[in-house]
């Protein structure tokens, strides 16, 4: 079975753009999570979905950031404007369950803002 | 102090020996708690899940929770060199289905 998708694996791009992360959940999975992970703050949970609606987006650093769940497979990440402090492994992670659910990563996008 | 607490490490033991990690957290109620590990420049891959106090165990690795002194610790039998990684350790955080990580301990095995 296929595990997380996400694309793209790399991004580069400067400041000011617009940046589009994509993920496809492990299929039959029911909730959805975006993680930022960076040297200086590790792995942080950025927003999380269930059954595609948001159930909490407090982790969200700015308003520059959001996210969307159309459908039960796939998922983006929006950065509008981007800046130099974006630039981290942006993770998605899908599990079954929503409370003590087991979450599965993704490869990661590592995004680098010039 | 830190919701969820690891040592950075790095802890260095020789192949073959038992590498021991251990992860306290600071939320009395928290019900679920995940061992990770991610390879450098890989992503956190899922090694062990433990929901009650004792040991769980799934091949080489054992789980270890113990909630009235809220730690939880992961040990490694027979450490190999492919077992080096850095090791997250994640806790459930109650009632909100968030799971906040450490920091991680890097492992190394020398052969």
């Known amino acids: 079975d296929a595990g997380v998708i996400q694309s793209p694996r790399h991004e580069v791009t400067e400041m000011g753009q617009e940046v589009t992360l994509r993920c496809k959940p492990i299929s039959g999975h029911n909730s959805l999570f975006w993680y930022r992970q960076t040297m200086m703050r590790g792995l942080e949970l950025l927003i999380y979905f269930n059954n595609n609606v948001p159930i909490d987006d407090s982790g969200m650093p700015e308003d520059r950031f959001s996210a969307k769940m159309p459908n039960a497979s796939f998922s983006t990440l929006k950065i509008q404007p981007s800046e130099p402090r974006d630039s981290a492994v942006y993770f998605c992670?899908?599990?079954?369950?929503?409370?003590?659910?087991?979450?599965?990563f993704g490869p990661g996008t590592r995004l680098t803002v010039t | 102090q830190k919701e969820v607490e690891q040592n950075s490490g790095p802890l260095s033991v020789p192949e073959g020996a038992i590498a021991s990690l251990n992860c306290t957290y600071s939320?009395?109620?928290?019900?679920?708690f995940f061992w990770y590990r991610q390879y450098s420049g890989k992503s956190p891959e899922l090694i062990m899940s433990i929901y009650s106090n004792g040991d769980k165990e799934d091949g080489r690795f054992t789980a270890q929770l113990n909630k009235a002194s809220q730690y939880v610790s992961l040990l490694i039998r027979d450490s190999q060199p492919s077992d080096s990684a850095t090791y997250l350790c994640a806790v459930e955080r109650a009632g909100t289905y968030k799971y906040i990580f450490g920091t991680g301990t890097r492992l190394k095995v020398l052969a």
């Open positions: 992670a899908s599990s079954f369950l929503l409370a003590g659910g087991e979450q599965y």
């Open positions: 939320d009395r109620v928290s019900q679920s």
